[in-house]
């Protein structure tokens, strides 16, 4: 119980390297390439997933935006995976650091509001400024717009860290405090054993999910800008 709270969170390292690198190309092993005519239950359930991830998120997009389509199915199993791998016991998730997930959510964002930039000015430009305004608000407006619009990124980084990272801080602490109560009260600890595997199961849940809230949020900035 002496082990520091946030020692999970701390960058693993090998000979006084990070092996952070390592850990996030990990999850790509975990996803084979089919090389067989007739293809085994394991890579058709992969595929029927794809397919029916990639399907939800495109119908709402143009032309234009499908052609993010890889991009964005990359990201929800590299997310997902991430998420996954790290609730095994011994595990490093490194989507709770804040500089990965900002270093993922920015150059999506900015890459969506340049292509809107770039190919629907006007109606980008309008965004800014809805249509009917009053004339003394219009500055005020414009730097409220402006500054959600650098919030996005942001929101993005911040919801994915803290709903994983909260999630490991709790089963941490209900694991540790399953252990006292082994010594002290075993029906209480039982009660609370229960209650970690059912955070456990919602963590499992919870890592999918905000893969897809992810990914989709992101699709949505596409969708506003193509």
């Known amino acids: ?23 996030i190309a990990f999850p790509s092993i975990l996803f084979p390439t089919p090389n067989r005519l007739i293809n085994n239950r394991w890579i058709t359930i992969q595929q029927w ?25 990359s990201l ?6 991430t998420n996954l791998l790290g609730l095994l016991p011994h595990t490093f998730t490194p989507t709770t650091q804040l ?16 292509l809107g930039f770039r190919h629907k000015t006007k109606p980008s430009l309008a965004h800014f400024l809805p249509q009917g305004t009053p004339l003394p608000l219009i500055p005020m407006l414009i730097i409220i717009e402006t500054i959600s619009l650098f919030i996005q990124p942001m929101a993005l980084a911040v919801r ?31 009660i609370t054993f229960i209650i970690l595997i059912l955070l456990t199961i919602l ?14 949020l992101v699709s949505l900035y596409l969708h506003d800008n193509t």
């Open 1 to 23: 119980m002496n082990e520091n709270l946030f020692a999970s969170f701390i960058i693993p390292t090998m000979a006084g390297l990070p092996i952070v690198v390592l850990m």
């Open 49 to 73: 997933l794809v397919n029916l991830i990639l399907k939800q998120m495109m119908m709402m997009q143009s032309i234009k935006g499908r052609t993010w389509s890889l991009m964005l199915i």
């Open 76 to 81: 929800i199993l590299f997310i997902g995976s």
């Open 99 to 114: 500089s990965m997930n900002l270093g993922m959510a920015i150059p999506l964002w900015a890459g969506a509001v340049i």
């Open 160 to 190: 994915l860290t803290a709903n994983i990272t909260a999630g490991h801080l709790l089963i941490h602490l209900i694991g540790g405090a399953t252990l006292v109560l082994l010594s002290i009260s075993t029906p209480t600890a039982m």
């Open 203 to 216: 963590e499992f849940a919870v890592a999918l999910i905000q893969a897809y809230v992810f990914t989709l």
